[in-house]
């Protein structure tokens, strides 16, 4: 009887610790959506809600663009400084820190014109 009693509370605090565990899955969003990493992509991340873990797909022509992660300065100067980090695949993947992430297509005119985007994720 001792045995079954150990088991049953064994069990009961297994399923309690189950309950209590927010068991969370990274979500792959692609950049664009069925446009892709183009040109007014600034605002596609407006509605949507981003977690540390999540990844982001840049899908485009590759050598038409690129993807630089820049820091809050770079994005607003679409001028990212020397040694950041460029993408060129056309089909990018970037996993999200916590924080704000900022990217930016730095072809000569592009991020001026709205390839850029900033990502806050939780």
């Not at 150990?6 to 565990?21: M, V």
């Not at 959506?33 to 977690?51: C, H, I, M, R, Y």
């Not at 056309?90 to 592009?110: E, M, V």
């Amino acid at each position: 009887m001792e045995g079954r009693t150990f088991i049953a509370a064994l069990a009961l605090i297994c399923l309690c610790l189950f309950y209590h565990l927010e068991i969370t899955v990274a979500t792959e969003f692609t950049v664009g959506d069925s446009a892709g990493w183009s040109f007014n992509v600034e605002n596609w991340p407006n509605d949507k809600s981003f977690k540390a873990g999540d990844v982001l797909v840049f899908k485009y022509g590759q050598g038409a663009h690129n993807v630089v992660v820049v820091d809050a300065e770079g994005y607003n100067s679409c001028k990212p400084k020397s040694g950041s980090k460029t993408y060129t695949s056309g089909n990018d993947k970037i996993t999200l820190a916590k924080g704000t992430s900022y990217f930016i297509c730095s072809y000569p005119g592009h991020c001026e014109a709205a390839m850029k985007i900033k990502v806050t994720a939780n």
